[in-house]
């Protein structure tokens, strides 16, 4: 039979707004993760679940979980992050988990006797803000945090991750060696905003999700000549800059061919002076694609046309890679379930794959995943003019408390057996 959870969107919304007020000034929000704002955070959430009687549980990457024992074998996770990054939005992460924290309520007010377990996590430093390093509290449970990657990890004044997690009682081996609450779980769901212009352009309140886009980000190193502005002829000049410039409009139209997106979002010139011509440019890339092997195909097309545009500028070009992520799909099933979810509060008959990484990108090669998605007003996110119109939250946490019920009444066997 189909679970019931009565919940009221009107009770997230005000949460919401409480730790926005609790956690913000007048720049946005200040959540970062191992700061006083984000601990203020977790305060505000474990106290909403203490008022249901569940306690919070930390693991050992710093992940917070409330747990309410249902009677029938299984357990519904609902996760998200309350960290943010400086100067953020009110609703990134936080719509999840305080979403997450009314479906506990709603099932500790019915009875349980139908229910299987209710889990709510709020993942750790979901932003990276600090040390670069997303997702850390998810990839933790996932089995995909690395050590030699951790052990390097600074912050802008040179505080290591050791260092600062551990003021937060995280020790590194411990965190790398989390599996946890994960392993109990039988399905993992997540509301976000979309963070992204698409739905709201669609006039659209809700989407369901079928996965996450891969992600190839690398870094192009032109190589030129430097020399003098003023005394070197334009036409004998070996121009770094150009070649990378030329480079990223190039993988703009090579990008649109293939319905990926293409980012340049950062050049580094050397010497980097006014009267230098640069000698070298270093343009960081990062492609997204939802398909595995155009994204490969594109990453190979991009360093071709580097080559290519190099060469015609007598310039050399090498390629770093930096980081990448395989495209990860959710779960058949329970993406169905989330589509006929958001049907039901206007949303499409079809789903979107994010462009934005999220926990759930994490926990979906483990645990069946899906995730509901919020219209965002005017695409913005990580700035405080980040927003959502009232409806559409509500319409939001409404799909995602349906797509709870949906999950919760799946035959579920025993716990992580999907
Ligand atoms: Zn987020």
Redesign the pocket.
């Known amino acids: 039979m189909t679970a019931v959870l009565e919940v009221d969107p009107e009770r997230v919304i005000s949460d919401l707004r409480e730790l926005a007020a609790l956690t913000g000034d007048a720049a946005g929000a200040q959540r970062l993760a191992w700061t006083a704002g984000w601990e203020r955070a977790r305060e505000l959430v474990a106290g909403r679940c203490a008022e249901v009687g569940v306690a919070g549980v930390r693991d050992r990457a710093a992940n917070l979980w409330f747990v309410l024992e249902g009677d029938r074998p299984g357990m519904l996770v609902a996760g998200?992050?309350l960290d943010s990054v400086p100067d953020g939005g009110w609703l990134?992460?936080a719509l999840?988990v305080l979403a997450g924290v009314e479906l506990l309520r709603a099932a500790a007010r019915g009875s349980r006797e139908e229910l299987p377990s209710l889990a709510v996590v709020d993942w750790a430093d979901?932003?990276g803000a600090r040390f670069g390093r997303s997702l850390f509290g998810s990839s933790a449970a996932a089995g995909e945090l690395d050590a030699g990657e951790l052990a390097v990890l600074r912050d802008a004044d040179g505080v290591s991750a050791a260092q600062a997690l551990g003021a937060y009682g995280v020790d590194l081996g411990g965190a790398l060696a989390e599996g946890g609450l994960l392993g109990a779980a039988s399905a993992y769901i997540e509301l976000?905003?979309e963070?992204g212009p698409v739905l709201e352009a669609a006039s659209l309140p809700v989407a369901a999700v079928d996965g996450t886009v891969g992600i190839a980000r690398d870094v192009l190193r032109f190589e030129g000549q430097a020399a003098h502005a003023g005394t070197t002829p334009m036409g004998a000049r070996r121009d770094a800059f150009l070649a990378a410039a030329e480079a990223a409009l190039a993988i703009e139209r090579a990008a649109r061919a293939r319905g990926a997106t293409a980012t340049c979002g950062r050049v580094e010139l050397e010497p980097g002076v006014a009267t230098a011509v640069p000698g070298a440019a270093s343009l960081w890339v990062d492609l997204r694609h939802r398909d595995a092997r155009e994204l490969a195909a594109l990453r190979a097309e991009v360093l071709g046309l580097a080559e290519g545009i190099a060469g015609a500028r007598r310039c050399s070009v090498a390629r770093r890679a930096v980081w990448s992520i395989e495209p990860r799909a959710f779960d058949c099933g329970l993406v169905e379930l989330a589509l006929e979810a958001c049907r039901g509060q206007g949303g499409l008959g079809h789903t979107l794959t994010s462009g934005?990484l999220?926990?759930a990108a994490m926990v979906a090669p483990l645990v069946p995943t899906a995730m509901v998605l919020c219209a965002s007003v005017g695409g913005l996110?990580h700035t405080r003019e980040e927003d959502s119109r009232p409806d559409d939250l509500r319409r939001g946490v409404l799909a995602f408390a349906r797509l709870a019920e949906l999950a919760m009444a799946q035959p579920w066997e025993s716990a992580g057996s999907g």
């Open positions: 998200s992050h990134d992460g999840g979901e932003e976000h905003i963070q934005a999220h926990d996110s």
